[in-house]
């Protein structure tokens, strides 16, 4: 059973905005579980876009973005483009002192 | 530059064990803070974390994976060692090793990650 939840696909049209999520099956997420997010395409190793619930990494758009809203970990990208659509991934550190990744959100932008 | 890159069997035997090595440059595990991890992702499906080893040899492993599971590094080798018992066809994936940094003042998981060695197990 999956820990960390997302949404198993989303869409979105292109320049729109959309909004995933990262969360837990029993609790609340905050920055003290240090969300990360990936972007993946196939046959490719993720990418990270965020770390540390909303540090963008070197080199990737301001349009993407992360936050907390309510009790989950939240990826905004704004002036969604073709070239978006892929799998996107968070992962959350464990009280276990463990890293564990959610089920990853395939978004569509159509 | 840090690259990393997996490398092992391509295939494996159901009850065999796998071992696979990451090899890596541009950084060393020596280094306060610095962390190798051990990701696999089977066809289709999540990203799932295995191991993670730091630079001051804590271990980390998957809690539903833990006993089957061993990392080992060799620093003056660049390598990070992962051994997994008793493979089984579910364990068919790629598996990817990655870099990260856990300061603390904040942690920057898997930053680069390794092509991907896809594993394949069965008779």
């Known amino acids: 059973q999956t820990v960390v939840t997302q949404e198993p696909s989303l869409s979105v049209s292109p320049g729109g905005t959309v909004t995933l999520t990262c969360g837990l099956r029993?609790?609340?997420?905050?920055?003290?579980?240090?969300p990360s997010w990936y972007q993946q395409t196939p046959g490719q190793a993720p990418r990270r876009l965020i770390y540390?619930?909303?540090t963008r990494s070197s080199g990737v758009p301001d349009r993407f973005s992360g936050s907390i809203l309510g009790n989950k970990a939240a990826l905004t990208i704004t002036g969604a483009q073709a070239d978006d659509e892929s799998v996107y991934h968070c992962v959350l550190y464990m009280d276990r002192g463990f890293w564990e990744f959610g089920g990853g959100t395939k978004l569509t932008v159509l | 530059q840090i690259t990393l890159k997996e490398s092992g069997p391509t295939l494996v035997k159901p009850t065999q064990t796998l071992t696979l090595t990451c090899t890596f440059s541009?950084?060393?595990?020596?280094?306060?803070?610095?962390?190798v991890g051990w990701i696999r992702q089977s066809p289709g499906k999540a990203l799932e974390c295995l191991a993670l080893?730091?630079?001051?040899?804590?271990?980390r492993y998957s809690p539903s994976l833990r006993s089957r599971l061993t990392i080992t590094k060799d620093t003056s080798k660049h390598q990070v060692v992962l051994t997994m018992t008793n493979m089984d066809p579910v364990d068919t994936a790629t598996y990817f090793c990655?870099?990260?940094?856990?300061?603390?003042?904040?942690?920057?998981?898997?930053?680069?990650w390794g092509q991907g060695a896809l594993v394949t197990v069965s008779s």
């Open positions: 080893i730091y630079w001051n040899d804590d271990k």
């Open positions: 540390s619930t909303n």
């Open positions: 029993s609790g609340s997420v905050s920055t003290f579980y240090y």
């Open positions: 541009g950084f060393s595990l020596s280094t306060s803070g610095v962390g």
């Open positions: 990655a870099h990260g940094l856990f300061l603390a003042s904040g942690f920057e998981p898997f930053d680069y």
